[in-house]
């Protein structure tokens, strides 16, 4: 079933010019061609046709035009009572609606009007991060001591050191390169997007990289054709996603540690080691982490336990008694 010309257009223009990464496209696509689906029911009561056998290849800037407000808030709640959908699904419902209309409005002018300007976002629940303590960022570094393998210890130590004190993305580490390693002591990392930044390496990790690259097997022997690629599998091709995963859960579970730090967690942690020893305020530490908006770095600013039980403490008024005043 063909799709819409305006709904291929968009898609054309967030991964072209937007560079929205693909899944993010493969999820816009996924939510707008239920909406339109969902807007066909409504409007013309399609009740005898299966939802998924509705036909959109119709719908036009015209049939857009005539879609208002209530329409949009009556998508949202069908599929959350068809699909049971939580509040992050919802929101990402909500996102990609607006970010279609203001394509349709702002940008081509294909219609006289926006009522996705008003659409709310739902209320999201606030989760504070999960990250290692330093103990035990400390005692997942040590796993690699007792490795009789010189190639994976070396390589393993420099893959968590990267983690652990960069903060990079699983994506953005495997796709290091020996070039992405520059003479300054930074790291050109391409994030989200394919946007590009430059990551401060300290000098644990250059030490980390330096002891990996110099048992790091010549070009000869890397297979494919990949010769640029930093950090290696033992088949000599460049370490996939999903065996930087499988080290880190092995590594987790050597450390006695629970198993829902994961490669993700890693990030959690180098943000969160860096805000609570390091006095690096929120807008530094949204440019280390490669964030659009430092509304997503503030999740990793919480602070823990001991940090609100200091601080309450220190109040002025933290011994203050009435039987003092008398």
Known sequence: ????????????????????????????????????????????????????????????????????????????????RVDNNGAASKFRKVASTKAFYKYMYEKIKAISHNPAYELEYPKLDKKLPIYLTLNDAMKLLDTVKDESNVFLKKRDYAIMMMFLNCGMRLSELSGLNVSSIK??????????????????LNESTIEALNEYLAIRPNDSLIANGDK???????????????????????RVKKAGLPDTYTVHKLRHTAATLMYKYGNVDILTLKEVLGHSNVATTQIYTHLDSEIIKEATEKNPLSNFSLEDDE
């Open 1 to 80: 079933m063909d799709e819409p010309l305006i709904l291929t257009d968009f898609l054309n223009y967030i991964s072209s010019v937007k560079s929205l990464s693909k899944n993010t496209v493969k999820e816009y696509y996924y939510d707008l061609k239920n909406f339109l689906k969902f807007i066909r029911l409504r409007k013309e009561n399609l009740k005898n046709i299966a939802f998924d056998e509705i036909d959109i290849s119709m719908i036009d800037a015209d049939y857009i035009d005539k879609i208002n407000l209530q329409d949009l808030y009556a998508y949202i709640a069908f599929k959350d």
């Open 183 to 200: 003479d300054d002591n930074t790291a050109t990392i391409i994030g989200k997007g394919n946007k590009e930044r430059s990551v401060y």
């Open 228 to 250: 640029d690629a930093l950090f290696l599998s033992t088949r000599m091709n460049r370490i996939s996603n999903r065996a930087i995963q499988h080290m880190i859960e092995k």
